[in-house]
C-alpha cells in the first residue's frame, strides 16, 4: 500500500470515528451504486478513497492539500463537530507523517 | 383572433373540413357549439344538429379514457419520487460554502445545508413558514461572519409585524448559534406572504 | 433518520407546506422540498402523461425525466406560473417528443382512415364500453403528435384554448385546426359519422 492510501484509509477512519460525524460525504461513484443497487459493489473500487476525502501533494516534498467533507448529526453543533473532526486529522498526520506540512479543509455537506 | 361566423363558400383547400349541406362549414358548426354561440340556424337545421350530435357522441364515449386528475391504477408515486430523487441527489446544488469559525481556519458549511437549519428555526415561531434563505457573508473583517437575507410567510392574523419579525430573527440566531456555530451579522426578514393558518399546517395542495 | 429534533427538516415537516413555498426552497439547493412536490404531483402527472400517449410505462418515464428536467431549471423558474401549470407544461411537452419520435411526421397526415369499429352489436355494456375504449386507443394512433396532444387537452383535461396554445407553443388558431382534425378524425373512426 503507497503511503498515500495508508494515509488516505487512516485519516478516513480517524474523522468517521468523530463523535457527531454521520459519515464522510458519498461520492458520486457511490450513490450511483446505490442509484443502481442490483449490481454489487465491484470490490475494486470500493476501497478506493471515498469522495468526502482528497489528498493531493503538489510535489514530493510540498505541503499535503486535505479536503474532507462531513456530513454531521443534527443533535450535535456543526462547528464543534468540524474542530473535532480537525483535531482527528492533525493527531491522525503527527502519528503518519510527523515532518510533512499540510493544508486542511474541511467542509460540512449536509446535516441528517 | 378567432374568425367570424360566417364561412367563405367552400372549405379550404387540404383542410379536412367539410361544406354541410345547409352551406355551413362543419368547424364552424363545432366551434359556435364549443363556445356556446349557435344561432337560430343551427338549433332547428338538421344537418348542424347532426353535426352537433355526432361530436357530442364522440365526448360521451372518451369519458372511459379519461381520469380527470387521478393517477392511473397501480400507480406508486413512491417509487418514481425514489427514482427521480436518486438522479436529483447526483446533482445537487448546495451552494457556496461558508466559513466556520474564521475564514483561515479551513472551516466551512455549505450555504443550502445551513439555509435549512435556520428555515426549521423560523418555523418554531408559530404560525411562520420561511421560503427563501440566502446567506453569504462579509470577509472585509476577517471574521467571515454571515448575513442572512430571509422571506417568510407571516399569519394572516398577525397583529405586530415587526415583532413577529424580531422572535423569528431571535430563532434564527440562536439555531445559528448553537446549531451550527456559525457566526452571524445581520439577518435580513422580508414578509413575503400572509397566509392562514388554520392551527397547524395541514393544506396538503396548493392554492 | 436520526436526529430530526431542530436542524433539518425531514420530507415529513414539509409534507404540509404549500408549493410556492417548497418551490423556492427546492430551486435554493433544498432537494427534500423538491421531492415533496414531486411526491404531490407525481399522481396527476402520470395521469395526463398516460392520456397523452396510452401507455403508462412510457408516461411515467417521462413524467420522470420531466421531474429531472424541473431540478435543473429551477434556479432559472422566477414563479410565472405555479409550480403545477410549470410541471405541467414540461411534461406536455416531453410527451409531445415521445409522441413524434414514435411516428414520422410525414407519414401522419396522409394516414389513411381507419376502419370502422367492428362490434355494432355488443353482448353487454361492459364489454361495449371496454371496446370502444380500445377503439378509441386505436384512433388516437391515427394522429399526429400535434393533433393528439392538442385533442387530449381539450378534450380529457379540460384546458383552454389559450392555455393549451401557451403549453404546446403554437397559436391559438393552429390548436383549434388541430383538435378540429382529432375530432373529425376520430367522429370517423367511431363509426359514428354519416
Given at each position: 500500500m503507497t503511503q498515500h492510501a495508508a494515509l488516505t484509509e487512516a485519516l478516513a477512519e480517524a474523522v468517521r470515528?468523530?463523535?457527531?460525524?454521520?459519515?464522510?460525504?458519498?461520492?458520486?461513484?457511490?450513490?450511483?451504486?446505490?442509484?443502481?443497487?442490483?449490481?454489487?459493489?465491484?470490490?475494486?473500487?470500493?476501497?478506493?478513497?471515498?469522495?468526502?476525502?482528497?489528498?493531493?501533494?503538489?510535489?514530493?516534498?510540498?505541503?499535503?492539500?486535505?479536503?474532507?467533507?462531513?456530513?454531521?448529526?443534527?443533535?450535535?453543533?456543526?462547528?464543534?463537530?468540524?474542530?473535532?473532526a480537525r483535531r482527528a486529522v492533525d493527531t491522525c498526520l503527527e502519528a503518519m507523517v510527523p515532518s510533512a506540512a499540510a493544508r486542511i479543509t474541511i467542509t460540512v455537506t449536509g446535516i441528517v | 383572433m378567432t374568425t367570424g361566423t360566417h364561412p367563405p363558400a367552400a372549405p379550404p383547400p387540404d383542410s379536412d373540413d367539410e361544406l354541410l349541406p345547409c352551406?355551413?362549414?362543419?368547424?364552424?358548426?363545432?366551434?359556435?357549439?364549443?363556445?356556446?354561440?349557435?344561432?337560430?340556424?343551427?338549433?332547428?337545421?338538421?344537418h348542424c344538429r347532426q353535426a352537433i350530435g355526432e361530436l357530442e357522441a364522440l365526448r360521451t364515449s372518451v369519458r372511459d379514457l379519461s381520469h380527470g386528475t387521478e393517477a392511473p391504477d397501480g400507480f406508486a408515486a413512491g417509487a418514481l419520487a425514489h427514482r427521480v430523487m436518486d438522479v436529483v441527489r447526483l446533482e445537487l446544488r448546495p451552494g457556496k460554502p461558508l466559513p466556520l469559525g474564521a475564514p483561515d481556519d479551513g472551516m466551512w458549511i455549505m450555504e443550502s445545508v445551513a439555509a435549512r437549519t435556520l428555515r426549521a428555526a423560523a418555523s418554531r415561531v408559530p404560525g411562520v413558514q420561511a421560503s427563501s434563505c440566502r446567506i453569504g457573508y462579509d470577509d472585509a473583517d476577517g471574521t467571515g461572519r454571515a448575513t442572512?437575507?430571509?422571506?417568510?410567510?407571516?399569519?394572516?392574523?398577525?397583529?405586530?409585524?415587526?415583532?413577529?419579525?424580531?422572535?423569528?430573527?431571535?430563532?434564527?440566531?440562536?439555531?445559528a448559534d448553537q446549531h451550527l456555530g456559525l457566526g452571524i451579522a445581520r439577518v435580513d426578514i422580508r414578509v413575503t406572504d400572509l397566509v392562514d393558518v388554520p392551527g397547524s399546517t395541514e393544506e396538503g395542495h396548493e392554492r | 433518520m436520526a436526529g430530526d429534533r431542530t436542524s433539518t427538516a425531514p420530507p415529513d415537516t414539509q409534507a404540509g407546506l404549500d408549493d410556492a413555498l417548497l418551490t423556492v426552497r427546492a430551486a435554493e439547493g433544498d432537494e427534500e422540498a423538491f421531492a415533496v412536490l414531486v411526491r404531490r404531483h407525481a399522481g396527476a402527472l402520470v395521469g395526463l402523461a398516460t392520456r397523452l400517449l396510452g401507455n403508462q410505462v412510457?408516461?411515467?418515464?417521462?413524467?420522470?425525466?420531466?421531474?429531472?428536467?424541473?431540478?435543473?431549471?429551477?434556479?432559472?423558474?422566477?414563479?410565472?406560473?405555479?409550480?403545477?401549470?410549470?410541471?405541467?407544461?414540461?411534461v406536455t411537452n416531453r410527451c409531445l417528443n415521445v409522441l413524434r419520435a414514435r411516428k414520422p411526421q410525414a407519414a401522419l397526415d396522409t394516414a389513411p382512415e381507419p376502419a370502422a369499429p367492428?362490434?355494432?352489436?355488443?353482448?353487454?355494456?361492459?364489454?361495449?364500453?371496454?371496446?370502444?375504449?380500445?377503439?378509441?386507443?386505436?384512433?388516437?394512433d391515427g394522429l399526429s403528435a400535434e393533433q393528439r396532444a392538442c385533442w387530449v387537452l381539450r378534450e380529457l383535461d379540460g384546458q383552454s384554448y389559450e392555455s393549451i396554445a401557451d403549453t404546446v407553443g403554437i397559436s391559438q388558431q393552429a390548436v383549434r385546426a388541430r383538435v378540429f382534425r382529432a375530432r373529425r378524425h376520430l367522429t370517423n373512426a367511431m363509426g359514428a359519422w354519416r
Open positions: 470515528q468523530v463523535p457527531g460525524v454521520a459519515f464522510l460525504k458519498p461520492g458520486v461513484a457511490q450513490r450511483l451504486r446505490a442509484a443502481v443497487s442490483d449490481t454489487g459493489d465491484s470490490g475494486a473500487d470500493s476501497k478506493a478513497s471515498p469522495a468526502g476525502l482528497r489528498i493531493s501533494r503538489s510535489d514530493g516534498n510540498g505541503p499535503w492539500k486535505i479536503e474532507i467533507q462531513i456530513v454531521t448529526l443534527a443533535e450535535a453543533r456543526a462547528l464543534d463537530v468540524t474542530r473535532a | 352551406g355551413r362549414l362543419l368547424s364552424q358548426v363545432w366551434a359556435a357549439w364549443e363556445d356556446a354561440v349557435t344561432d337560430d340556424h343551427q338549433r332547428t337545421c338538421s442572512v437575507s430571509l422571506g417568510i410567510q407571516a399569519p394572516l392574523s398577525s397583529t405586530d409585524l415587526a415583532e413577529l419579525a424580531e422572535n423569528v430573527r431571535g430563532q434564527v440566531e440562536v439555531a | 412510457e408516461a411515467e418515464d417521462a413524467v420522470q425525466d420531466a421531474f429531472i428536467s424541473a431540478w435543473r431549471r429551477l434556479p432559472e423558474f422566477r414563479g410565472q406560473s405555479s409550480f403545477g401549470t410549470w410541471i405541467y407544461r414540461i367492428e362490434h355494432t352489436v355488443a353482448p353487454d355494456r361492459i364489454t361495449e364500453a371496454r371496446a370502444a375504449v380500445g377503439d378509441m386507443r386505436q384512433a388516437l
